[in-house]
């Protein structure tokens, strides 16, 4: 089930949300778990037993971590064993292919193949129950006692599938208490709706465009570029417009989630782009692999270490396949070089800032989207011009000119300044309110008009 679907929009939220404020407040959280594995199990019921068992195993885990840092025995086995077991089953789930083809490569073995189907959200849950293992050995967190609580911070289906990573000293206190009140729930229906119409009104269209440039025979370089344009704008409207769901789902419920996205293609730099993009999750690789590796506390020679280290895995992360390797290092890279080369000199000069960085991150989505080094390779060749193949040719002028007001608001929309300007408008003309509902309700019409009618309804992340 996904946020942008019918059953999900007109059948299973409404009752969730009818249920759930028709129940006392004790028994809120016990509705929402419920209503969590419900949703899980929707679409591939046989893994709710693994989300079960996650659930349970950390449950314990950190309960026998707290016990024996009061002075009971050695709190770092239990750490240890809990990091183990739940890579253990990221890995298994997640890598064993990859693990076994390079294995077999190299040791001139060959291992048993699996037909595994990766669990939906297992990379998201699975970080979100290391952090708490990791807060509460700490001492920055208290283990919960309370098995609903902590399943609920575990499975709760606003950031389930898709995040944001959700770190337990956020969700600590709101698990226990949190503060529930109409003008929040409907700023939850309004973020809902933006997030919505992101997804089904641009990224539904932006990934056509996309499938269908590269499933031509043939490309040219103004064809190469509307279709990796089309996927850098369909990524970031599928990822950002699903976190912002996520948020406005989880103030219907009374929870605050962070924001997971912050305007990034308008950032003057990488380090500057990684700041806004996929916000939690670079959190949780600072927080629990950056800075304990010694972070920029330490030698030039060790921190360029750390950052590739950190970059390996964020691509590692993404996907079990050495393109997501190089995509990450590549980010490593051209961090390194802004660090220690460019020390901020696109960041003193907008304009040049912004090109370099759109440049680099339309080139590092060519890495991501491609099923291997040596077609993203290929694409890139035809990109700048550097194969047999046409600067220019009728299948490119035709998508371009087709769709070039779509694109040309992809870009507008993913920069502050409309939202600015609409603000500012409406405040001069009086009535915010009643505009900005009128506004929101005229987009949810069109948005789930187009989710009856559209059976293209991807969503790229499930793949994560």
Wanted: aromatic share 20%; with cysteine; charged share 15%.
């Amino acid at each position: 089930m996904v946020f942008s679907s019918i059953i999900f929009i007109f059948t299973f939220l409404p009752v969730t949300i009818a249920i759930y404020y028709l129940t006392p407040v004790k028994l809120r959280n016990g509705i929402l778990l419920l209503a969590s594995l419900f949703f899980y199990a929707w679409g591939e019921p046989i893994y709710l037993f693994l989300m079960l068992y996650s659930i349970l195993f950390n449950y314990v885990i950190g309960i026998d971590i707290a016990y024996k840092k009061s002075g009971k025995g050695w709190a770092g086995g239990s750490l240890l064993l809990g990091i183990f077991v739940n890579l253990l089953l990221l890995g298994f789930f997640k890598y064993y292919g990859f693990l076994a083809v390079n294995l077999g490569r190299l040791l001139s073995v060959e291992f048993p193949k699996l037909q595994l189907s990766l669990p939906v959200g297992l990379s998201f849950y699975t970080f979100q129950s290391l952090s708490y293992l990791a807060d509460v050995y700490r001492g920055q967190a208290k283990p919960q006692k309370n098995i609903v609580n902590f399943g609920l911070y575990i499975s709760m289906f606003p950031q389930l599938v898709a995040g944001p990573i959700v770190q337990y000293t956020d969700m600590e206190a709101q698990l226990e208490r949190r503060e529930m009140s109409m003008e929040k729930f409907g700023q939850g229906v309004f973020y809902f709706i933006w997030g919505l119409s992101k997804k089904v009104l641009l990224a539904n269209h932006l990934g056509a465009v996309f499938e269908t440039v590269t499933a031509l025979p043939s490309l040219s370089v103004l064809s190469a570029w509307v279709g990796a344009l089309a996927y850098t704008f369909q990524i970031y409207y599928d990822f950002s417009g699903y976190s912002d769901m996520a948020v406005g789902l989880g103030k219907m419920f009374g929870f605050e989630l962070k924001e997971n996205f912050n305007h990034p293609y308008c950032s003057r730099s990488i380090t500057e782009f990684w700041r806004r993009w996929h916000i939690s999750l670079g959190a949780w690789f600072r927080d629990y692999v950056y800075i304990p590796l010694g972070g920029n506390h330490v030698g030039a020679a060790r921190h360029i270490f750390n950052l590739l280290i950190v970059w390996a895995l964020t691509g590692l992360w993404h996907g079990a396949s050495w393109n997501f390797v190089i995509w990450g290092l590549y980010y490593g890279i051209l961090l390194i070089f802004e660090k220690y080369i460019l020390r901020g000199v696109t960041e003193r000069i907008p304009v040049l800032g912004i090109f370099y960085t759109m440049l680099a991150i339309v080139i590092g989505w060519v890495l991501f989207f491609s099923n291997t080094i040596g077609e993203a390779g290929e694409y890139l060749r035809v990109m700048f011009g550097m194969s047999s193949y046409a600067l220019v040719d009728k299948a490119g002028i035709y998508y371009l000119l087709t769709n070039l007001i779509v694109l040309w608001l992809a870009w507008m929309y993913s920069t502050p300044f409309p939202g600015r300007v609409c603000v500012r408008k409406l405040e001069e003309g009086g009535y915010k309110e009643e505009l900005l509902l009128a506004l929101h309700f005229i987009l949810f019409l069109i948005a789930t008009s187009y989710v009856i009618h559209d059976t293209y309804n991807p969503f790229l992340y499930f793949r994560f």
